[in-house]
């Protein structure tokens, strides 16, 4: 075993890696899955939301996540701790809300990692019998293959996953483009395109709330920059970088691709079309200005791009593992590194069984898959606008008591004024959480009580080993 893993001497084992800006930036952009949210979300906002201005509520969130950006690239700067929002976290207000933060994150992560097997089974459904002719298969055969792939690709190193998630990720924003540019060129539904849903006064009409609760969690995940920071080359430059790209990129995409799709559906009626079929009303305006075969090509894509984000969520939850292991709060053995491949072994196997399990429960309860993986990312959105939250409050702690060698605005106006807006969304999140997992309010109020457990056990745990085993309280949050 010796010739094949290495167990860290130290007391804080690293993982090693050669990514470059562009295999983060892709990396994190996958995690976002922009076809996904093309055919998806943005309907959804166009049609539950702010109707014809859901362009401005993409462009509020994407400004609300870029102050908060500012600040949490200059704690990347004095802070090269690879733990994310689970460092910070700790290192800005304390280790037991840093731990309480740190296990809500990985549940969240989990939870979208696990879920969105189910919906890959009826993706790859809809590709391989709808599209392709191939016999119809249960959601959970396509499940177990794609889980099968992504358990071994997890294990080995990192840039290989890297590489397909760029290649995936370059053609999804390929087929974007195209999209965009063929409605703008043609004119729309109209054959002229319309500025109405750019104008600031359009943003506020129907379900401001709702539009931006599912705005915001449109940009999760851009923290991975900082997750993967001892993988990747020159971290101090590559971080800030890579998150800069990935926050502005994200606002525009979304942005624009917005306006794109309330023209090409027509600004009379894509409200009703949007509400009453979102991802075919969608695919409908794809037929319309890309022709059969950018259809074809992006239905293709919605299958790549949903395994693009469980190879993502993967590489996020092992991760999430080993610094935890490596802290000791979970079991040390989850913090080895393997020799040859530099991945975090244990960790990505565990994480590949504890996926395992809970959609072979799923199954076993006979869940529907598309509720399921409602559910699941609903868990994930709550939990991320929260952490987005309590984190920009303590990069706005900690920047003043160890940042004061950067300006004043990035210390303390950018992330006190994107408090006020993860603020809002994070109460949003909470008040209408049944909106978010499409579920009853029975399973919104469980899954609540259950996050709360995991949050407030964190802290609990910190409490008892700050007691008990004061040297793994000292390592909470890789300090």
């Not at 076809?35 to 201005?53: D, K, T």
Request: charged share 10%; aromatic share 12%; hydrophobic share 55%.
């Amino acid at each position: 075993m010796a010739t094949m893993t290495q167990e860290a001497t130290s007391a804080q084992p690293e993982l090693r890696g050669n990514l470059g800006l562009f295999h983060l930036f892709f990396t994190v952009m996958a995690w976002n899955a922009p076809l996904v949210i093309v055919f998806a979300a943005i309907p959804i906002v166009v049609g539950y939301g702010n109707g014809i201005g859901a362009a401005g509520a993409f462009i509020v969130a994407g400004v609300t996540i870029g102050l908060f950006a500012l600040g949490f690239t200059r704690m990347t700067k004095i802070l090269p701790t690879p733990g994310a929002f689970y460092a910070y976290i700790t290192a800005g207000l304390g280790k037991k809300l840093g731990l309480g933060s740190g296990l809500l994150t990985l549940i969240g992560y989990f939870a979208a990692y696990s879920g969105t097997f189910a919906f890959g089974g009826v993706v790859s459904n809809q590709l391989f019998h709808d599209t392709l002719g191939l016999p119809e298969l249960p959601w959970y055969v396509w499940g177990i293959i794609l889980w099968l792939v992504v358990a071994v690709l997890g294990l080995l190193k990192f840039s290989l996953s890297a590489t397909l998630l760029t290649v995936f990720l370059g053609l999804e924003l390929l087929v974007i483009v195209i999209y965009d540019i063929a409605v703008f060129v043609q004119g729309g539904a109209t054959g002229v395109i319309s500025a109405d849903p750019l104008i600031p006064e359009n943003w506020v009409n129907g379900s401001v709330a709702m539009a931006m609760l599912f705005a915001i969690g449109m940009f999760g995940g851009f923290e991975i920059t900082a997750l993967f920071r001892s993988e990747v080359r020159n971290p101090s430059r590559t971080v800030p970088v890579a998150t800069y790209m990935v926050v502005i990129a994200a606002t525009i995409m979304y942005a624009v691709t917005s306006w794109a799709f309330v023209n090409a559906a027509g600004m009379d009626n894509v409200i009703e079309q949007a509400a009453g079929d979102p991802t075919g009303t969608m695919h409908a305006t794809f037929l319309a200005f890309g022709g059969k075969l950018l259809s074809d090509i992006s239905s293709v894509l919605v299958f790549t791009s949903t395994f693009a984000v469980i190879l993502a969520g993967h590489n996020i939850v092992s991760r999430y593992l080993f610094n935890l292991g490596a802290d000791g709060i979970l079991p040390k053995q989850l913090s080895m590194v393997h020799a040859k491949q530099g991945s975090p072994y244990r960790a990505s196997l565990v994480a590949s069984l504890a996926c395992l399990a809970v959609n072979i429960a799923a199954i076993l309860a006979n869940v529907d898959p598309v509720a399921f993986y409602a559910a699941m990312l609903g868990m994930t959105s709550l939990v991320l606008i929260v952490i987005l939250f309590i984190c920009d409050g303590a990069i706005l702690v900690y920047l003043n008591r160890n940042g004061r060698r950067f300006s004043f605005f990035p210390r303390v106006i950018a992330p006190s004024l994107a408090a006020v807006g993860l603020g809002i969304c994070a109460y949003l999140a909470i008040t209408n959480f049944n909106a978010l997992t499409g579920g009853s309010q029975a399973l919104s109020t469980a899954l609540m009580v259950f996050l709360g457990v995991v949050f407030f056990g964190g802290i609990l745990l910190a409490a008892v080993y700050k007691r008990t085993k004061p040297q793994v309280y000292a390592r909470i949050g890789r300090q």
